[in-house]
């Protein structure tokens, strides 16, 4: 069975964007691969984080991927942090990462550009970190949203150069990205990314957001004066992402038959519909959540998911140590 490695941060709450781009690849893939699915983090502390809230998110994160569907009996779900090898690793692929790699990853790039003040030194070494976290596991493929794309990418260089230097040590990870939905926009400016750092903004819709105020932030979604249901990105930048939405939450429905369906139909109409998808879907992740937080599995589901990934990454880690003259064995 061909094996998938992803991960998400618990910068903020999960919202509809994490959900389309990356979480429920997780669980449709969950049955064809062997499942990999942890919670990074070590990455979210890249940026500052109020503790009580972290943990709050980082329980509400693994609770979501319970709700969404991950099945702990096939997936393996675990906590960055409880599998130190990550961050040993991490440092390990830092050394062999370039500074002109690094400077290249738009991530970094963008905040630098924006001018934000105090940008760590973990944000900007990130990219090692995520590499370390894939190459621990050989995994074939890394389901992403679009925006992840550049730092598998760079995974594969590093592993590759790794490999060229040291001998055979990695598999070369493909990174998985759905044709629907790998970049879900802000409702409200469909110009950006869907992002956590939204805070209460009304163009991000997170998992848990109370299904009234997700039906007004979907009809008060920013359109254009066209007055037409096609998918034209350039063109119709609302629109477009609406019916990505709708797509994606309706199994990859094409494009084409949404038109169809819309045709002659006025932007109220589409925007109900689109609504009551994602009321749906919203209202099915919450119920499993509440059951989920009440059932007092979570532990238990990270405990289990640390012990079977633990000794993978530790072989891992063993020989790219010795493949570095690194150990002495005693
Ligand atoms: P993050 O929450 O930044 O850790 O992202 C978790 C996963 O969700 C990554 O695979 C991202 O690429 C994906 N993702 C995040 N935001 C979006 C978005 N607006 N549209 C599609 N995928 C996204
Ligand atoms: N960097 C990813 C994000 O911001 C999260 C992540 C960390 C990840 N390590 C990973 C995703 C390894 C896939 C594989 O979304």
Request: charged share 25%.
């Amino acid at each position: 069975m061909k094996r998938m490695l992803s991960g998400i941060k618990p910068t903020g709450q999960l919202h509809l964007g994490s959900y389309i781009g990356a979480l429920h690849h997780f669980v449709e893939y969950q049955d064809q691969y062997e499942m990999f699915a942890f919670i990074a983090n070590l990455h979210c502390i890249t940026v500052p984080q109020e503790p009580e809230q972290l943990k709050k998110n980082l329980y509400d994160c693994v609770a979501l991927y319970l709700a969404c569907g991950l099945d702990p009996n096939r997936a393996t779900i675990f906590l960055q942090t409880d599998v130190k090898e990550h961050a040993q690793l991490g440092y390990i692929m830092c050394c062999n990462t370039y500074m002109g790699e690094l400077n290249r990853m738009t991530q970094f790039k963008d905040k630098q550009a924006k001018g934000e003040k105090n940008l760590s030194g973990g944000l900007y070494t990130y990219p090692a970190l995520m590499a370390a976290d894939i190459l621990l596991y050989d995994p074939d493929y890394v389901p992403v949203g679009e925006d992840q794309k550049q730092h598998v990418e760079l995974t594969r260089d590093v592993a590759a150069r790794m490999n060229n230097r040291y001998g055979e040590l990695f598999k070369l990870p493909e990174p998985l990205i759905g044709k629907v939905g790998a970049r879900i926009m802000s409702l409200s400016d469909p110009t950006r990314k869907m992002s956590k750092s939204d805070g209460i903004n009304k163009g991000c819709i997170y998992l848990l957001d109370d299904l009234d105020a997700a039906r007004k932030k979907v009809m008060s979604a920013k359109t254009d004066s066209l007055n037409q249901i096609r998918f034209d990105p350039e063109n119709q930048p609302g629109v477009s992402n609406l019916i990505q939405i709708y797509s994606s939450l309706n199994n990859d429905r094409p494009y084409s038959a949404i038109e169809e369906e819309f045709a002659g139909k006025g932007y109220g109409d589409f925007k109900s519909a689109v609504a009551d998808s994602v009321c749906t879907t919203l209202e099915g992740i919450q119920k499993k959540y509440r059951e989920v937080t009440t059932s007092g599995m979570i532990e238990d589901v990270l405990q289990a998911g640390a012990a079977k990934a633990r000794p993978i990454a530790a072989a891992k880690l063993d020989l790219v140590q010795r493949a570095l003259g690194m150990e002495i064995h005693f």
